[in-house]
């Protein structure tokens, strides 16, 4: 893997690892779906939960391609998972910043990256062990966020939300996997909502930088 | 005696004998001092011996019979050890407490020994204790050698003295403590006060029965026992004949009286009357038997009361009367061998004569076999029937379609009680008296058959005449009439085949009719449709036609039958029932299940009191009662088969057909009566009579065997040397063994050969043979030609003597089948199983694979070594490798087929895409070295990976070479050559797939634009698996020449790219452990895709970490240190502001730039954490300053946090 040279898709790639693996570990720990349909894991040498319910899976895979997708277009600020009440109420956003993604154009997504320190030196990309172990600390962190969260109530559901860059071009075209939000006051869902912001870890391995942080509605909703 | 061992015995004898006793006064009386033992030891040996002498004076009176013995006791005894001594000592014997050798004593007693002092003790006179006992009861010293402890094993023979001869003995078995406690002196105490009760009385019979013939001559005459089976006893009844009723017998048969005797008296179930040789009438003999019948029923009255278990004594009452026998007594028949003790049997030449030493015993064995007759008949009946229900119902039976739902109409027709009634004809007089078929009025004959008036007595066949006499003493006894039941049957099947049925002879009185396509024709339907006038006709013609056949056989015959009609073979018999007696009755298909219902479950065809039992048990009593069972029920209680047929019985329903011919297994010779060899040779010389039986059999089956199967009986170990029934088997250990002969055969030298071989690997002394069976299995026909006039002459010949003295065969009813486990000769004929496909058939067909040398092409080129199939699939041929196309081409041509099945090169033009004719062979696959990587790069993942593996796979390399071999012409004349899953499997794969897909794919409109333009890409033969790769996802995306894309309109573009991100993110859309799958082989070939781009983007540096002080820090644990110094720096007064502003300054670049939420939290904790520690001695103001200096902190980061809209954060 070190051999390997590190293009932007590399990256990326990895971040939509944790990524899946993250929506798991959160749909297990604030009990989305019932614990018993939960496979016991391993990922970044961590015991993580993967639901074993095809569809679900399914639907993960496609919404974080879909992701993807939008990450190499290199648009995307920020990936929400984003739990609501049975009223569509957002009750809680794991917050996912991703707006320090090094950007390319789009022919250079194949390319590889090189980063030259102020000495000359060339600085790694992508340190694999460095990134896999902010990894593990980081799942290990959502892990246990159950204990500080309040318990969600009864028959929450989930979505992925992405918050387009400034300047990012929200994708419009056919089939659409997303569907468009205005953000009110700069907020993608629920910007009126009093808000505590719990933060869980940023990481920074090599060219990953990347911040993760929980919303919690704050108040009876 | 007399040995060195006996010194030592005779000096303690002569010590012991010389031992007085006086007084108390000797020094063994004194005192013994410390540590004596020895002297101890010897002082209570010789007082023990005090002991004893005092006691032979006292019994002076009694018998010194011991006087000489030196005896010692070991372990426990019956009688006591203080018993035996005491009896011992009082008879003049001497005894020794302690053994301080084993010689030092003459006898050792005991009942058992462990194994180990078996080997020590067996040079030693090891007795029982019951030899004390007895000797002391017969008042002598019997021979110690009866009473051994230990023997020498079975298998070796000693050698005994017996009243001055020396005679071999085997050995009894060992028998251990159960032998003591049944044989012991307590037990027989206990014995004798029980034998007084009423138990033993049984035995007092046999007493009187064991008198000699020659003294009670009346008492043998009166009492004919069925179980006289041999010549041997005839041969007595002969003695006793000669007094009783000499005028009778030697008028009217003027040939071998011991036979003649036998027809008319008392023929037993095993062995047959003899039917009447050349030229001698028969009828004056049947006329005497009645006659004799008679005056035996007659006389039956007077008779006193016997029981039936004095057959055996009676038999045994003739081995005795044998001179030979008697004169030695029954200990010494016990210590004989067997072979002895067989030849002391056969000495006698009566019982010679009835065993299989005498030369013709097979033949008058045979002859004499009435079961045999019967079933040989029977089997001759069958035959003759099958033949002519071939013959008509060759055309019946394609006249006759089974449809499904059909209507049947089977009619079981049956003689009333059919012995009874055509030996009744001869005696008119009898006809309304009640009457019985039996073998003589003695009281232990079976009634073959009764008549109806006899059946109201309650008399049932298989009953024993002494009951049937004490029902009805008026009862009538009529004998066999062999030649009239053949007459009757022969007459009754004739009818039966009249009425133009599918025939099926159920025995000799006994037959079932299919007679649905008469009454088919009758109403002109197919039978199947539901038509009340149709139905009415066919039920009508059924009833007629019986009427006619019973009409029919009473005039022929002169006896009723009656007939039952039904649906099937079941309704059929179960309507018979009603029909008996004389009367026939149609069960109708609306009133079966409740005719049926109303049964008991016995009275079902198959179902006795066994079954019966087992039914009861589950609560059945009435076939309706089957119907509530679950048929798992049914099955569980019953076993499958009969549970599911009782299943279906209960509802009327019976699949077996009329005609169902049951096909013969196997042909067996076998005889377990009369089985007394003496020695090797009379084995062999009876092995070979016994094949050549077997010979004739097989050859009169017109079959050969391969296998050849063995039984043998052995008599039991604890069986008597003289079973209960005379010359019978007894109880016997049955050993079987087979042999497979390879070629089938039916020759008696080939048979003998091995008979005699399986026969001694038995390894059983001829002696103890009591049954000896051959069998031949795995039979194919003989086929009718040039073999078969071999076999004619031969037919002639072997039947020369038993054939032509054949009598007339002889038949019983259905009650003698009972008996047929005695019948000593079984045909065993057992359904033949469906024969299993061949299994030498190759299951895969060999091909040879394309060759790819010159030489394997030549070999191929001969073009004679495969049977070219005349049909020729086309699909198959088109992927065929050129040559072979071309081979199959000039040959299908050759036998005129069309040349358009063949995909010459002609047709390339055509169609030049397909995959068919596409450069790359299907077969002939180039060296791996060979392979163009690009074309191998750009092809769809799986094929490539399908070629690469085909390279490695050894098998390939293999199969190929394998076409080499020269291969069997035999084998692969059977090989369908066009079928051959080699080629399948690489064609198939690799290209016959899509060579299918690709006639589609021409004129492919699912063809999208963006695969349209990313093909120009792909090597150019790709192109044609376009439509594949469309769907493929797994498809390898091809690398995108950049000044392609450029050159292109940005939409299309834009377009081509998202396409290939599309393809791509479905590849690499999830992690490993999820359903996603990631191919790693892609990932592989990443780096190998980018590496003609040479070139590398260096990003733009990066915005510098916010840093805190002028140390740069920026990780945690830094910060905190930092911190914590900072505070205890400014402990005494406080912060300053600048560096409060400092630190939320820099907690908010971390927070906004740095976007590390999380350390700025943990910096601002840590904060508040250190001052809340507050360090001891600090002033009041100082820690509000410093408390201060934390919610300036802390706000500053709120606002921080605020300023990225993400609320507020617990800073708590």
Known sequence: ?221 | MGSRLDEKSKLVRKRIEGHTFEDEQGDEYEGSKFGGFTEYFRRKKIKLQNLDAQLRAQSADKPQIFKGVVCHINGYTQPSLNDLHTLIVQHGGGFIQYLDGKTMVTHIIASNLTPKKKEEFKRYRMVKPAWVVDSVNAGKLLPWDAYRVVDEGVGQKVLGFDNGQVVSQTNKKVQGYKEQTDASWYTSQLKGKSSQTPGGCRKQPSFTQTLTPDEDIEDDDEYPAPEITSSVERAFDQDDMDDTQPSLEEEQLPRDLLEARTEIETPPPTSPPLAPLQGVPVQPGNAAGADTAEQAGGSDSALRPREGSQEPDYTMAIVRDSEMLRSLSPSKLASMSAEEHNALLLSDPRIRKSTVVHPDFLEQYYRESRLHHLSTWKAELKSQLQALAAEKSSSQKTKLKKLPGQRRYIMHVDFDSFFAAVSLKKHPQYKDKPAVVAHGGGSGSEIASCNYPARKFGISNGMWMKRAQDLCPELKILPYDFPGYEEASRKFYDAIMATGGIVQSVSIDEALIDISAICFAESSTDGVKRNEGAVYREQRKADLIAQQLRDEVLEKTGCAVSVGIGGNILLAKVALRKAKPAGQYQLKPEEVLDFIGKLEVEKLPGVAWSIGGKLEEIGIKLVKDIREVSKEKLIGTLGPKTGEKLWDYSRGVDRTEVGDQVIRKSVSAEVNWGVRFENQEQVDEFMHGLCGELNKRLVKERVKGKQLTMKVMRRATDAPRDPPKHLGHGKCDTYNKSLQLGVATNDTDIITKEAIGMMKSFNISPGELRGIGIQMQKLDPIKPGAEGVDIGSQLRLQFKVGQASRPAPVQDDAENAGKSAEDPIQDVVTPEKQRIADVNKPSVPLWPVNPSTPTKKALNMLGTQFVLPTQVDPSVLAELPEDIIAKLAKHVRSTAQPAPLLPGKAEDTPRPTSRVQSPVPAFALPNQSQLDPSILEALPEDVRAEILGFYKSPGNRKRGEQALLPQSPRKLRTLPPIKQPVKRKRGGGLFAGRARSNLNSGDNSTLTQSNFVARPLAPKHLQEDGGATTTDTEAEPEELDPEFLAALPDDLRKEVLDQQRQARLQRTGGIDLSLHQRSKARKKKAPDEEGPLDRLLQLPPRPAKPTFTMRKLTELPDLRNAVKAWYQEFLDEGPYEEDVAALVKYLSDVVVEERDMAKAVAVVKWLAWVVEEREEGLGERVHAAWQQAVEAVKEGVQSAVQDRALGSVDLA
């Not at chain 1, 319910?53 to 990450?71: F, G, M, Y």
């Not at chain 1, 593990?136 to 969260?149: E, G, K, N, V, Y």
């Not at chain 1, 918050?163 to 700069?186: R, T």
Request: some cysteine; aromatic content about 6%.
């Open chain 1, 1 to 221: 893997m070190s051999t390997e040279a590190t293009t932007l898709r590399v990256i990326i790639a990895a971040f939509t690892d944790f990524l899946t693996v993250a929506i798991h570990t959160i749909l297990y720990e604030r009990a989305i779906y019932p614990p018993t349909s939960f496979l016991s894991a391993r990922k970044y040498n961590l015991s993580v939960r993967q639901n074993r319910h095809p569809k679900v899976c399914e639907w993960i895979n496609d919404a974080v391609s879909a992701v993807e997708t939008e990450l190499l277009k290199g648009v995307v600020g920020r990936v929400a998972i984003v739990i609501y009440t049975k009223d569509n109420h957002p009750v809680e956003r794991f917050m996912l910043d991703v707006s320090r993604f090094p950007t390319v154009a789009l022919a250079d997504l194949d390319t590889p990256l090189e980063r030259t320190a102020a000495n000359g030196d060339r600085l790694p990309i992508l340190p694999r062990i460095d990134m896999e172990e902010q990894f593990r600390a980081t799942l290990s962190r959502l892990a246990s966020c159950s204990s500080t969260l309040k318990p969600l109530p009864e028959g929450c559901v989930f979505n992925i939300a992405v918050e387009l860059k400034q300047d990012g071009q929200p994708p419009l075209n056919h089939p659409q996997p997303w569907m468009p939000v205005q953000s009110a006051k700069g907020d993608a869902v629920g910007g009126q909502l009093q808000k505590k912001a719990v933060p869980v870890r940023s990481i920074a391995a090599g060219e990953l930088l990347l911040e993760c942080w929980i919303e919690e509605a704050d108040g009876a909703s």
